[in-house]
RNA sequence: GGGCGGUUAGCUCAGCUGGGAGAGCGUCGGCCUUACAAGCCGAAUGUCAUAGGUUCGAUCCCUGUACCGCCCACCA
């Protein structure tokens, strides 16, 4: 492949399916564990967030999976053993129901086929569509080791979900208990707090009127959901409200249904709301659950698992939707007086965060984890910098959720899952809790029921990071890589998962999880609007890539990756960076046009140039910075840093400066060139390598008697310290600054660019001679035809004039140039100085800022000064030659 | 109600520990200059949301205000 003509324009497709294939088949991202173990601080690991099996790649993924890739490929160029493990997760409710679904398109329901056959369906499914994510993850990059992908229910992620269950049973930390949840009446299953969503909706707050017991009056309670107050058990006042401090005691008799209930007093009742009167349904809502235990009263349960009325409710509903039984009530209360009034009212309505049912609170017997001890280890890991989370100020809602943090609700009455491993003996009534299936109980019987239910998906996932790893196993991986170095996530799984993974890398590996968390932008499309399929705004990142090339996405992805700030994209932006890459291409393809291989090794001592030493220079600088840049995860400054780099100096001068030698006849200057330049095109390619892999190890393979096809693994360029040379840097500002002079003059005179133009620059000493000795590059870059550089040099008549660094630079142009815009551009520099040396000026006329000013600020401002003032002296002897002329 | 973030060039956004603002895209003018027209050269553009405060000096630090966005809790 060396030494080929690359193609005009660069073409993702082809370049990107053979690298796929090369780093697959030659398992170049699969460590040593066994190796790896023996030195652990020399390692570095990371486990993918594993998408959901159901799932397709969107924009979230592609830039998650670009950051780590940054950091794994980074990681490798700095000598780590790297391991980034990949997989997936079961996700439960959405696996579950996708299947259905496509059971439904059958005609048959679940139940139809029993549990055992219908997991066997989902495994299928599974099988046929669950690698399609991992394929999608390959398309970007990932360098994952393949070998070591993992899925949530294979047997050996199962083995842990099991062992951390029947130890925290056994520590006492799980637990089952009847207590109100969360129902999705579609899913048929309990739901974490965290599942649940609030959606705005228009609703109606009745106010009913229950009689007192004794006669003597009413209390009129308000509420949207006149149904439950069939479950009603009490009413609620506050206990300091005036109005209805007499009835405290008392008992109110519900409409409808007859029962007496007793009107309670606490300080949780808002007064300015409604009538300041709140019925309680123990059994139908949350906040009147926990009332109801403060009170001791009764939950009176009337609704169903299906969302149904059931048989505690009078005859006349049974049976019915609460949404049908809702509006029966409404009449029948209205009937008999006890409604008396009807207002809009606009509220929240909980729903599944999986299908936007509805949720129904709901009173059944579940399985709990008692997390407080959990959390507040998790706490203090982030509290005393045991992992550290990226950006900051992630801490404080970290924080704020675990101090507030109620026990998880972890059985999901589902069939697709980890399932219980409880079993209840049927002759005695033991409970069985085991790592192992129980043949038999205690007491001999073999008569045993295993707990239907299975847990929540997010209790496997806080496994994820020593789970992956073989975990309860003692294995190397956990002896290399745990805990892994850094978590990259968005914050919309901060309490799902990432604080979950806390709680249990801490109770179970005695060590925290991940050293970094790094929680990166949401995705947003050009409007700042989340994408959505239901709003049509998704960009697809396999389209983009099939459209733009996957670097093109990559690039764009990490140029907007700024912490703590949301990401807008649009296709136009990917399309924008697309052109980057393809100039990286160019470059390297004029570059190989001079490279061939038979150039002398890189010696910088022995590069004299000046263009060479500043680009080794500027090289150095950006090793330093780009390394600085991604450690501190600030990709969007590494991203941009290279593109400067790259486009405005390599390209817009390095390689400006080289053709004149690369075209020249000077062999030993010509040799020099192509030296240099195949050294920095080379180590361009090993910096940008992380962010952009597939273009860079294209074009690497491609540089003449390289290590063809190891990019991969090789290592990021050391440092020159010898190369570092700030006199390079200003006499090359010099060089630029006569450069952009001319053609500046050039341009806003209107010059064409066909003419060559002479150039006399008044200059001694110094700067005489080093005008002389570039005058090559500033013929070639400014379209000279001669330069002459002298200290008595007077201007000619017709000329247009600059101040560079102090010197004068004149292009006569008699005849040719307008004087009246001469003037005119000569006054704009004017106004510009003038504008700057004022400011300065004033600024030192300002005795406080000389005395309290540090003296090196001071020094800098007096500095600016005298520049200016030169500058400015100049100009205005300049103008006013041309004032004579034009006069 | 509690918390967090944002407000900088026409657009999208950088600006790390305070020393009078940058990039990309877009715009305007000129170029098919043998790596690249997906390009080259040149140019224009900002009371850094607002009112105060601290300071010799504030886009940056503090306080208030307005508007936008998000998270958590939730008033039935």
Not at 407 to 420: A, P, V
Not at 458 to 473: D, N, Q, R
Not at 534 to 546: A, E, K
Not at 584 to 610: C, K, Q, Y
Request: charged share 25%; hydrophobic share 40%; aromatic share 10%.
């Amino acid at each position: 492949m060396a030494n080929e003509t690359l193609s005009k324009g660069y073409e993702p497709a082809d370049v990107e399916g053979r690298w796929l294939d090369y780093w697959k088949s030659h398992q170049s991202f699969t460590p040593d564990a066994a190796k790896a173990a023996a030195h652990p601080k020399d390692n570095y690991s990371i486990v993918i967030p594993p998408p959901n099996v159901t799932g397709a790649l969107h924009m979230g993924h592609a830039l998650n999976i670009t950051l780590q890739d940054i950091m794994c490929r980074f990681m490798r160029q700095h000598g780590k053993t790297v391991l980034w493990v990949p997989g997936t997760d079961h996700a439960g409710i959405a696996t579950q129901n996708v299947v259905e679904r496509k059971l439904l398109a059958e005609g048959k329901r679940r139940e139809d086929l029993g549990r055992e056959a219908f997991i066997e369906r989902v495994w299928e499914w599974k099988e046929d569509y669950g690698g399609r994510i991992l394929n999608q993850i390959r398309r970007l990059g990932a360098s994952v080791d393949w070998t070591r992908e993992r899925f949530t229910m294979d047997e050996g992620l199962s083995k842990a979900v099991r062992e951390v269950f029947v130890s925290l049973y056994e520590q006492g930390l799980v637990y089952r208990g009847k207590y109100i949840v969360n129902w999705c009446t579609r899913c048929h299953t309990a739901l974490a707090d965290d599942e649940v969503e609030y959606a705005p909706a228009k609703s109606t707050l009745y106010h009913l009127r229950y009689p007192l017991e004794d006669g003597s009056g009413f209390v009129t309670v308000a509420t949207v959901r006149p149904e439950t107050m069939l479950g009603d058990t009490a009413v609620a006042v506050h206990p300091e409200d005036e109005r209805y401090q007499d009835m405290v005691g008392k008992f109110v008799i519900l409409p409808l249904v007859g029962r007496r209930i007793p009107v309670i007093a606490d300080a949780y009742v808002d007064r300015e709301f409604g009538t300041g009167c709140l019925k309680i349904t123990p059994a139908h809502d949350m906040n009147d659950w926990e009332m109801g235990r403060k009170f001791g009263l009764e939950a009176v349960s009337v609704i169903d698992d299906k969302g149904l009325m059931n048989d505690n409710a009078p005859e006349a509903y049974r049976g019915l939707t609460a949404a049908k039984c809702r509006e029966r009530i409404v009449e029948d209360l209205k009937a008999c007086g006890a409604l008396v009034a009807e207002e809009p009212y606009e509220n929240k309505v909980n729903q599944c965060y999986r299908c936007k049912t509805t949720i129904e609170p709901f009173v059944s017997e579940q399985w709990f984890v008692s997390v407080k001890p959990l959390a507040e280890k998790a706490r203090a890991a982030v509290e005393d910098g045991r992992t550290t989370i990226w950006p900051a100020q992630w801490n404080k809602t970290y924080y704020n959720w675990l101090d507030n943090i109620r026990d998880w609700c972890i059985s999901r009455q589902l069939w697709w899952g980890h399932r219980i491993p409880v079993w209840t003996c049927r002759d005695c009534g033991e409970v069985i809790v085991a790592r192992q299936d129980p043949t038999a109980c205690t007491c001999g019987s073999a008569n045993l029921t295993q707990d239907e239910d299975v847990l929540d998906t997010w209790f496997s996932s806080a496994l994820w990071p020593f789970s992956t790893m073989g975990w309860p196993e003692k294995t190397h991986e956990l002896a290399a890589f745990y805990p892994t170095s850094l978590l990259v996530t968005g914050f919309d799984i901060l309490f799902f998962w990432v604080a979950r993974m806390m709680m249990m890398g801490l109770q179970f590996m005695d060590n925290v999880p991940f050293k970094d968390v790094y929680i990166h932008a949401l995705v947003r499309d050009e409007h700042g609007k989340k994408m959505s399929k239901s709003t049509g705004n998704v960009i697809d990142p396999l389209q983009m890539i099939d459209k733009y090339g996957c670097d093109s996405l990559r690039f764009t992805l990490t140029s907007f990756a700024a912490m703590g700030r949301d990401i807008k994209l649009s296709e136009a932006r990917i399309e924008g960076y697309r052109h980057f890459i393809n100039k990286i291409w160019n470059a390297a393809r004029f570059a190989l046009m001079h490279v061939d291989g038979s150039e002398p090794e890189f010696d910088p001592a022995a590069l004299t140039g000046l263009h060479h030493k500043w680009i080794l220079h500027r090289l150095e600088v950006l090793k330093k910075e780009h390394a600085a840049q991604i450690e501190g995860y600030r990709f969007n400054e590494a991203a941009q840093g290279l593109y400067g780099f790259v486009w405005r100096e390599f390209c817009d001068w390095y390689l400006e400066l080289i053709k004149p030698e690369l075209y020249g006849e000077d062999q030993a200057a010509k040799a020099a060139a192509r030296s240099c330049l195949k050294h920095v095109l080379s180590e361009i390619m090993v910096i940008a390598h992380p962010i952009i892999p597939f273009v860079t190890q294209e074009i690497w393979s491609c540089i003449p008697s390289l290590d063809a096809e190891s990019l991969s693994v090789r290592p990021y360029p050391k440092a020159r310290p010898e190369c570092e040379n700030e006199t390079a840097v200003r006499d090359m500002e010099f060089l630029q600054g006569v450069i952009v002079a001319v053609r500046n003059i050039r341009a806003e005179l209107g010059v064409a660019p066909g003419i060559a133009l002479n150039v006399l620059v008044r200059a001694g000493g110094e700067d005489q001679a080093f005008l002389a000795a570039h005058e090559t590059e500033i013929a070639a870059l400014a379209r000279v035809g001669s330069l002459t550089a002298a200290p008595d040099i007077e201007p000619p008549k017709g000329c247009a004039s600059a101040v560079v660094r102090g010197c004068e630079l004149f292009v006569p142009l008699a005849g040719v140039v307008d004087f009246e815009a001469e003037l005119a551009r000569l006054d704009k520099e004017l106004g510009k100085i003038t504008k700057e040396l004022d400011f300065v000026t004033k600024k030192l006329g300002n005795e406080s800022f000389v005395s309290k000013a540090p003296e090196d600020v001071v020094a800098k401002e007096k500095a600016k000064a005298a520049e200016f003032a030169e500058k400015k002296a100049a100009l205005e002897q300049l103008r006013a030659k041309v004032q004579e002329f034009v006069g």
